[in-house]
């Protein structure tokens, strides 16, 4: 046994001898490398190292959970979240933890980002590959980002797991103009199938394309998403099919179990794979990952469960579980039948989105929200972009925008970026029909 | 915290020969409880502690932490930063504004120790707030309610001479509820914060706030009528003419953005150097003056220093109109000539400072809100705001309207659903012909950084009046 895992065991032991009911200790040994880059140069580099023990503990129904950083102290730390929990308060809803033996999956993650040599060059590759497609005279900006992590589990009741989880991501903007631009991100857990140059040749097409951008016009289009945007899309979906958004009324799926929510050739799956940066073989409980299909031919299958919120649904966990509650891990959709440019064919006058920022919703339970396309926005026509556009808004619902996915592509790429695309997930370029546009007046 | 390990990393950086190195330590004492539907859900507790360096060697900037409080820690994150630094391979290097060293140490006082309130005490406050909106005649779909207390220390050295410890206990919550009437539903959630102690909770009256919400989206629902759209004169109460300021004004204004630091994440801004916009340039009228000001006592966002060890002060943003003056750290500063006005925040010793606001707000002017409504033939009253965005130029905003009122022939009528006003920068803040007296401020988390760095700030300012506005 490590000496991680033994002492991952002991805080468990510690915490039952002290009276818990049930505890699960989960201690992530994180090394964490960032470099920033704006102006084609190097802003910083930015190294953390996290060695940290979540405890999760439960007592006659009252759930209290820690952080423990601080390895000279750990009985001390236990005993204080023992007598949190009995002075805290019982939640009647809580279901316990999951309970069993459980195997899992080997990991694959790739030892070489424990401690990447260079990453620096990465940058400048990606950086050389946008150049290539717009000219010199580019401006750029990005991030890279490095995770290795050994992650050791031990549950009370049942659960004990190794795991290590690595990624690897580069995100570059470019600016062919001072209000001309296109991102691109490449995401992998491993360094083998990771192609920096891709990120900066996708930024580079947009920006090239983006160029002299007028304002656009408001009014009802037909839309295409491409994998990065889609991306933020999923990630509107995949958080509101969490049990935890639905029981708090922030999720447009409430009370929609069994019914349809899209069309016929729309399934959304979550999973935790090898390939994706959210790579993990057990949840927080302990439960082994799994796909969960969660829209079916469009049809709402399930929601995203812990073992607490299963109960209350009367179901199964998904094997979705945080530290407290449920959270999707990597969405994916299922690729259509069409190419990229088949999808282009069908469009006679539309938009070409390329990626959005600050999503914002007035009601999570009834869906409305506004969204700000960024980088490149396109006036298709005829099928061919016609126009480069700029200062519009998509003003829309999430569940209509659902609902009205016309095309999906069978290309799809594995996306993630700041804040609008997380999690993580596999998305295809689509067709959503009759989608409103609005801009300043 | 132990000084010494960081005493020790920042002379150990010197030996080394850096240009320039600064330690920061940061223990952080942690509490945070989530209740849905009036059950807690779990509470957390816990202590995070930990130490960074920054470090600049042949122009280039390195920066390593770790939560491991050895010595060998110490030189090991040195030695990281030092080789990141060095291979950055920058044409322009960096360099930083100038400052002096200073040895202070300086804090907020708690009234009311946090400490002191034990937990059930804490839990039932809370309880109370969604007791009292359960029996305020409004039905409540649900409610979702999270209280964060952290009791930050740090201990800051860097190699020019400077040495400041502090202590901030700051305390946050969040309320999130559903309104159901007639079949329809309408959401809306309040933000407080507060630096100091529990006695927080006397000022913040979240039950008479909430029931307020409440009756509001009720109104909303149930006597809401749709505005025509059209051109017509606007009031923006307190809450709406911040998020404003906090948005088109401070965001815009941050130096970092206007340099390009953030041009792939939080993007850039339409102010920049050989642009339409710069120091000097129109962009709202001579009634509009937008400060953010890290100094006020007991604000969410304040600081007596910043975390590049820069004392703090008022900062003027937009000074009657023009723009004024950027929000700089060490860094933007030197790269545009000028000093530091401590803008430098981080959320943790895992994370660079970086160019961020405090509390920004417009400064008040003489009428009352009775008399900016008074003058109005025909018109929207927007008091709060639900749904709100803003492009990464920080030139299309929009705000929604959460409780607002129709103005005819200076009076107030019946309650407006979500009317919209989707406008520019310039637009907006040229509009302004009339400000009032009453400042209001909102506790609000600022998001930007990657990884992400959520900072506690206020939004606020007076009544403003926008006159020829196009609403929908």
């Known amino acids: 046994m490590s000496d991680a895992l033994g002492k991952t065991e002991e805080i468990v032991k510690k915490a039952k001898a002290l009276g818990a009911d049930e505890v699960i200790a989960k201690t992530t040994l994180g090394k964490y490398r960032q ?7 190097i802003d910083t580099t930015v190294a953390w190292n996290d060695y940290v023990t979540d405890v999760a503990l439960a007592w006659k129904k009252r759930l209290v959970a820690t952080q423990i950083r601080n390895f000279q102290k750990v009985d001390a730390n236990i005993k204080k979240l023992f007598e949190l929990a009995k002075v805290s308060m019982e939640n009647p809803m809580f279901g316990g933890f999951a309970k ?27 950086i050389e590959a946008a150049k290539k497609e717009v000219g010199s005279e580019i401006d750029s900006g990005g991030i890279l980002f490095t995770k290795f992590e050994d992650v050791y589990l031990v549950s009370s009741e049942g659960p004990v797991g190794f795991d290590k989880r690595s990624a690897i991501e580069l995100s570059i903007r470019v600016f062919s103009e001072r209000e001309a631009s296109g991102h691109g991100v490449e995401c992998s857990s491993t360094l083998n199938n990771f192609d920096p140059a891709k990120a900066g040749e996708r930024a580079g097409e947009i920006a090239k394309l983006a160029k002299n951008p007028k304002i656009g016009e408001e009014g009802v289009y037909d839309v295409i998403f491409n994998p990065l945007i889609c991306g933020s899309l999923l990630a509107v979906w995949g958080s509101m099919a969490s049990a935890f958004s639905v029981m708090v009324q922030m999720s447009i799926f409430v009370n929609k179990l069994g019914q349809k929510v899209a069309p016929e050739n729309v399934t959304l799956k979550d999973s935790a794979p090898s390939y994706s940066l959210a790579n993990c073989v057990f949840d927080d409980e302990g439960v082994p990952t799994r796909e969960t299909l969660f829209i079916d031919h469009g049809v709402l299958k399930t929601y995203l469960h812990n073992t607490s919120t299963a109960k209350m649904f009367k179901t199964e966990t998904t094997g979705n579980a945080g530290l407290v509650f449920p959270h999707p891990w990597n969405i994916e959709m299922d690729p259509g039948d069409m190419s990229r440019e088949e999808i282009f064919k069908e469009v006679k006058k539309g938009l070409y989105l390329t990626n959005t920022w600050y999503t914002r919703f007035q009601n999570r339970a009834k869906g409305d929200f506004s969204t700000i396309p960024r980088d490149g926005i396109f006036l298709i026509e005829n099928g061919k972009i016609t126009q480069s556009l700029k200062d519009l808004r998509i003003s829309d619902n999430a569940l209509s925008l659902l609902g009205n996915i016309a095309y999906i592509s069978k290309e799809r790429q594995h996306v993630h970026w700041w804040g609008e695309a997380e999690p993580p997930s596999l998305a295809p370029y689509i067709l959503i029909k009759n989608v409103h546009i609005t801009k300043s007046k | 915290m132990d000084e ?76 990281l930063a030092l080789k990141y630094a060095k291979a950055a391979n920058r044409k322009d290097k960096i360099k930083f504004a100038e400052e002096k060293g200073i040895e202070t140490k300086w804090g907020v006082d708690q009234k009311q120790k946090m400490e002191d309130i034990s937990p059930e005490e804490k839990i039932s406050k ?25 009791l930050t220390s740090k201990y800051y050295v860097n190699s020019e001479g400077s040495r400041i410890s502090s202590f901030v206990p700051k305390i946050g919550a969040f309320i999130f509820i559903t309104v159901s009437e007639q079949g329809k539903m309408e959401q809306a959630y309040e933000q407080f914060g507060y630096s100091g102690g529990w006695e927080a909770l006397r000022e913040w009256k979240m039950s008479e706030k909430m029931i307020h919400n409440a ?24 809450e709406v003419t911040g998020i404003a300021a906090h948005e088109s004004c401070g965001h815009p204004m941050e130096a970092d953005r206007i340099l390009g630091r953030e041009m792939s994440q939080a993007g850039r801004s339409f102010i920049y150097k050989g642009g339409p916009y710069w120091i000097g340039t129109r962009i709202g009228s001579d009634l509009v003056t937008i400060v953010d000001d890290p100094t006020i006592e007991h604000s969410y966002g304040y600081y007596a220093y910043d975390d590049e060890g820069v004392k703090a002060r008022r900062r003027y943003l937009y000074k009657n109109g023009l723009i004024n003056e950027f929000l700089h750290n060490r860094e933007s500063a030197a790269k545009l000539g000028t000093r530091s006005n401590a803008s430098s925040r981080s959320v943790n010793y895992d994370r660079e400072a970086i160019v961020r606001m405090a509390n920004t707000f417009v400064l008040p002017g003489s009428m009352t809100e009775e008399e900016l409504i008074k003058d109005i033939e025909y ?13 990464d130029k920080r030139f299309n905003q929009r705000y929604v309207g959460r409780e607002s009122y129709l103005i005819e022939n200076g009076e107030l009528k019946h309650p407006v659903a979500r009317p919209i006003i989707e406008t520019t920068t310039p637009k907006f803040w040229s509009a302004v012909d009339a400000v009032s007296k009453n400042v209001e401020f909102d506790a609000a988390t600022c998001g930007k950084g990657d990884p992400a760095q959520g900072v506690p700030v206020y939004t606020g300012g007076p009544s403003i009046r926008l006159r020829g506005v196009y609403i929908k």
């Open chain 1, 35 to 41: 470099i920033r880059f704006s102006n084609n140069q």
């Open chain 1, 100 to 126: 069993g033996s459980f195997k899992y999956a080997k990991s694959k993650a790739d030892e070489k980002l424990r401690d990447l040599q260079n990453p620096a060059d990465y940058v400048f590759e990606a």
């Open chain 2, 4 to 79: 010494d390990i960081i005493n020790f990393a920042v002379d150990y950086a010197r030996s080394k020969g850096v240009e320039y190195v600064e330690a920061r330590a940061q223990s952080q004492v942690q509490e945070q409880f989530m209740l849905r539907n009036g059950i807690l859900e779990a509470y957390l507790s816990a202590v995070d502690s930990g130490f960074c360096v920054r470090i600049i060697a042949d122009g280039g900037i390195g920066f390593a932490s770790t939560n491991k409080w050895t010595k060998m820690e110490a030189k090991e994150i040195v030695d």
């Open chain 2, 126 to 150: 809370f309880i109370e707030v969604n007791k009292s909106l359960s029996s305020c005649g409004v039905k409540i779909a649900a409610t979702m309610t999270s209280c964060s207390i952290d």
């Open chain 2, 215 to 238: 009756k509001i989206l009720r109104d909303v629902i149930t006597k809401g009528k749709a505005v025509k759209p059209g051109t017509m004169d606007l009031v923006c109460g307190p």
């Open chain 2, 379 to 391: 018109g929207i009253y927007m008091k709060s705001f639900t749904e709100w965005n803003i492009d």
